[in-house]
């Protein structure tokens, strides 16, 4: 009896499985019709809890500047306003890693099968995109590191809201308070104004900090398969 060959993902016809799903009549296309499908409602599950946390940052930062300028409020309330929203950001950016394993799932079956499939004269675009995937399907584990997604939401989300709360608590400081210099307008019961003020900037400093990305997957180019900015 002749032995089998051994099955190698990488051999070239084992790689393009796009083209055998057009070409020839198996149920490879209806199973990898399911799995598309179920990715795609994974992703799209957790890009609805990234959504609903950055609406509840919005609302929730939106309606403490508002009291804070209602009347007769302390400037604290919106230094107050600013720490919720970095408890948000960390909820995000732990939801977001989550998201972006299905995010990258999606775009590897994108790029390397369905692509292939419509049109095979352009080939895959990663050789191993089958061993890769097999191996997240085995041992799934996060593409980007906290840090990383930390970053990417605080770029694209959080820094522009934080911003405007600076912004908000500056103008509050200076319109309640226009006969008296900056700092002292700016003091705490039991606080200085040149300390809050002083602590105020080394956080937006840190912020600032923290938003710079450190490396190519920080900036968007999530996973083994470098598809690209991430949303």
């Given at each position: 009896?002749?032995?089998e ?20 009549s ?11 499908r179920?990715?795609m409602?994974?992703t ?6 990234l959504d ?9 930062m939106?309606?403490?500047?508002a ?13 107050a306003g ?6 948000f950001?960390?909820i995000?950016?732990?939801?977001f890693?989550?998201?972006d ?20 004269s352009?080939g ?9 995937l097999?191996?997240d ?13 930390f ?5 694209r989300?959080?820094l ?21 210099p900056?700092?002292?307008?700016a ?22 900090v923290?938003?710079?990305p ?10 083994e ?7």
């Open positions: 009896m002749a032995e060959p051994e099955f190698d993902p990488e051999a070239a016809e084992e790689r393009e499985i796009g083209r055998e799903m057009v070409d020839q198996t149920g490879l296309g209806s199973v990898a019709a399911h799995l598309y179920g990715e409602e994974r799209v599950e957790w890009r609805s809890r609903t946390t950055t609406n509840w940052a919005v609302t929730v939106a309606a403490i500047v009291y804070a300028f209602s009347g007769d409020v302390s400037h604290a309330v919106i230094l600013a720490i919720m929203g970095t408890v950001l960390f995000e950016a732990r939801r890693r989550d998201y394993i299905w995010r990258s799932r999606v775009r590897v079956l994108q790029e390397n099968l369905f692509a292939n499939a419509l049109d095979p352009e895959i675009e990663h050789d191993t995109w089958r061993a890769d097999s191996e399907y085995r041992d799934p584990v996060p593409k980007i590191s906290y840090r990383g997604a970053s990417h939401r605080l770029r989300v959080y522009p809201l934080m911003t405007g709360v600076l912004l908000g608590w500056v103008f509050h400081v200076w319109a309640f308070n226009p006969d008296e900056f700092l002292e307008s003091g705490l019961p039991g606080v200085s104004g040149t300390v809050v003020v002083t602590a105020v900037a080394v956080f937006y400093l840190a912020l600032v923290l938003a710079v450190l490396s190519a997957k920080e900036r968007g180019e999530s996973g398969a470098e598809h690209g900015d991430l949303e």
